[in-house]
Every structure is written in structure tokens, then in C-alpha cells.
């Protein structure tokens, strides 16, 4: 071979050996952002679910409870905050107001004591396990979602993609992290 084309030869390894120092990491990247915002969608649709059954469980409960129209506002109110936080797309939002719901849903808990044939009935059964049966499941695409956001973010934060992530507009992803609602330790008054 000729030096030029011995030279061309060089020239063109070392071309494909940095492109696919870029592209190969590159391609990664993308499938694992992608991966965060599948199990950021899948977060939504569990939480939109839980929104769903929000109204027929407060219809149930109506029924048997005329005077305790102030605990179903709040209800209302929460279901209301965390149909909107979803549609926002914020993590924290979304953690925040289905803390408000979740302590709203505990108020109606309290309100259902004072009622046992409330208590008895197959329709408010049925909707309280499908809504306890969500607050498993949202916990559990919870972890999925911090799992894939900490493969991204460690991918993301080590070499060599460090070098050039920035510059091809990856950033970090925030964790869903429990909101300080969730740290407070509830506390029922039974009017005691």
C-alpha cells in the first residue's frame, strides 16, 4: 500500500474509533432517558387510576354520612390537586398532592368508623381494596422509576459519557422522593 492510502486508512479507524466512542454511549443514553420517562408515564397512569376511584368511593360513603359534607370537600379538593399535579408531569408535585389525597382519604376513614353499615358494605369494600391495592402499586413503580432514574443518572455522571453528556443536552433526572407530608407522623382526634 501506498503511504497516502495507508494515511487514509488511519484517518478514516480513527473517525469511526471516536464516533462510536460518541455514538455507541450516545444510543444508551437515550434508551435509558427513554426508560425514565416509560416509568415516569407508567407513574402517572397509576396515580390517574387512583384519581379515578377517588369519586365513586366518595359517592359510596355520601350515601350513608348526609352531614359530613367538609371531609368530602377536602376529598374532592385533594382528588382535584392530584388530577392537576399529574397532567404537570412533576414528580414532586405529583408526590405532593397524593400525600394531600392519601390524608384526606385517612379523614374519610375516620368519618367510616362512625357508620358500621357503611363499614359492611360490598361496594365500599370493594373500592377501598382497589384504592389500598394502588397505594401498593404506586409504591412499587415508584421504585421501578428510582431505579431506572439511578441507571440514567450513573451513566449520565460517569466516564467517559461525562465528557460529552452536557453538551449533547443530557441532564440528571430528580428521584420521586417521599414529600414531607409523608414524614409526619398522622395523628387521628376522635373529638376526645
Known sequence: MESRQVRLLIIVVIILAIGLFI???YNSMIQLRNNVYEQKAQIENVLQARVEK?????????????????????????????????QTGDIEKMETANGELSTALKQLDVVVEAYPELKASELYRGLMDEISGSVNRISQERRTYNKVVTEYNNKL????????????????????????EAHKTNVVDFGD
Do not use: C, N, W
Not at 55 to 79: G, I, N, S
Not at 158 to 176: D, N, Q, S
Open 157 to 180: 455522571q460517569t466516564f467517559p459519557t461525562v465528557m460529552y453528556a452536557g453538551m449533547l443536552g443530557f441532564t440528571p433526572e430528580k428521584y420521586f422522593e417521599a414529600s414531607e
Open 54 to 86: 377517588i369519586p365513586d368511593l366518595v359517592a359510596t360513603v355520601k350515601e350513608y354520612t348526609k352531614h359530613e359534607e367538609e371531609v368530602f370537600t377536602q376529598v374532592a379538593k385533594a382528588r382535584a390537586g392530584l388530577a392537576e399535579a399529574i
Open 23 to 25: 455514538i455507541a454511549p
